[in-house]
Every structure is written in C-alpha cells, then in structure tokens.
T-cell receptor, first 113, second 113 residues
Framework: NAGVTQTPKFQVLKTGQSMTLQCAQD?????MYWYRQDPGMGLRLIYY???????DKGEVPNGYNVSRLNKREFSLRLESAAPSQTSVYFC????????????FGPGTRLTVL | TQLLEQSPQFLSIQEGENLTVYCNSS?????LQWYRQEPGEGPVLLVT?????EVKKLKRLTFQFGDARKDSSLHITAAQPGDTGLYLC?????????????FGKGTLLTVNP
C-alpha cells in the first residue's frame, strides 16, 4: 500500500520553463490537495479538489494550474516558472467525512533559477 | 482569515526533559489535528481532537483541546531524540469550507542526546 506518491522528488528549472508535478493516491480518498512549504511560512494551500471533477483555489493559486485526472490522480502545473516558486511541494489526500484527516506524500523539492 | 498561532517557534531541549507546545486561535474549529514532520518527509498525522476539553494520549505525548475549541496543546514527557521534528497543528471547519485545513507555522523541536 503506497499511500500518496509524488514525482519527481527533486527538480531544477530555469525561469520561464514549465513543468507538471504528479500526485497519485491509492486509498480511495475523495479529496486531494496541493501545498507549498517555505521556511517561516508553514504549509500554504495552492489548490484543492473536494471530489473527482472539481477543483478550487486555495490561499496561493497564482502561477499554478491543476488537473484532477481521475479519483486517484491530481497534478499541479507551473506554466512559466519564477524564482518565487522555489519551494517544497506536498500533495495530500483525505476522506472529508472523517475530520478531513490528511495523508501527505513525500514532497517535491523545486528550485527555479 | 482564520489563523493558528503556534508557540514557541523553535525549541531545543535535552533528552529526558518535558515540554509543551501551544496552538492558539481566535476562531472556533470543529476539530484540531497535530502532525509531525521529519526532515525530507511529508507531515504525518499524530492525533485528532474533536470535543472541547478532550485529552488524548499517545505514549509520552498528551494532546488537549481547549474547552472553547479555539486552542490546543501538546505535552511531551521525557523527550527523546526520536521526538525531533516539526510539529504542526491544523484546524478543520471553523466557519470555512470543510474541505480545507488551516495550518499553523509549526514548532521545530530538537531533542539533544
């Protein structure tokens, strides 16, 4: 049972390049989330998907897009990367009927030069 | 905007000491969760408290939810080096969407041998 998986684990981009971060969960959870974690800022919600077929903006959505491909997969795309998007990105999933307890992936460490 | 303030931000103690970490808000939450994050990994759920005044114990860790469901504390007895990590509290509900958690910025605990 893999839980929440994320790829890649590390990535270096140049300013203006694009990339997609992949996330998949095998726990049959309805809801999925993308966060970024920066020193001193805690976890900030970028986008979330309450259920398959729906997505909503979180606290810091600018510069990102998401796709809920199916119940298992939720991807995060950076169309034109900027140095301010250097961060560690976490994907999470939850069963929203159970206090929204979230299960996190191992993270993607992204550096934008 | 709902905020969760955690204190202290950093804590460095010797093995065997006791400590308490606090999580405070002006908002009422339906439930409050505590996560621990080790370096290079995603947060892992430790406990969820739901009822005002509730106390839960997890081995040497004691979690308490405030009577008004606005604050929580985590007490560790006889800390061990394995307790080292970032402790995050997260509130669920509280007048906002049930699909999102509000995270505090965390307390970074270091337990020295």
């Amino acid at each position: 049972n893999a839980g929440v998986t994320q790829t890649p684990k590390f990535q270096v981009l140049k300013t203006g390049q694009s990339m997609t971060l992949q996330c998949a969960q095998d726990m049959n959870h309805n809801s999925m989330y993308w966060y970024r974690q920066d020193p001193g800022m805690g976890l900030r919600l970028i986008y979330y998907s309450a259920s398959e077929g729906t997505t909503d903006k979180g606290e810091v959505p600018n510069g990102y897009n998401v796709s809920r491909l199916n119940k298992r997969e939720f991807s995060l795309r950076l169309e034109s990367a900027a140095p301010s998007q250097t961060s560690v990105y976490f994907c999470a999933s939850s069963v929203t009927t159970a206090y929204n307890e979230q299960f996190f992936g191992p993270g993607t460490r992204l550096t934008v030069l | 905007t709902q905020l969760l303030e955690q204190s202290p931000q950093f804590l460095s103690i010797q093995e065997g000491e006791n400590l308490t970490v606090y999580c405070n808000s002006s908002s009422v939450f339906s439930s409050l969760q505590w996560y621990r994050q080790e370096p290079g990994e995603g947060p892992v759920l430790l406990v969820t408290v739901v009822t005002g005044g509730e106390v839960k114990k997890l081995k040497r860790l004691t979690f308490q939810f405030g009577d008004a469901r606005k604050d929580s504390s985590l007490h560790i007895t006889a800390a061990q080096p394995g307790d080292t990590g970032l402790y995050l509290c997260a509130g669920e509900g509280g007048g906002g969407s049930n699909y999102k958690l509000t995270f505090g910025k965390g307390t970074l605990l270091t337990v020295n041998p």
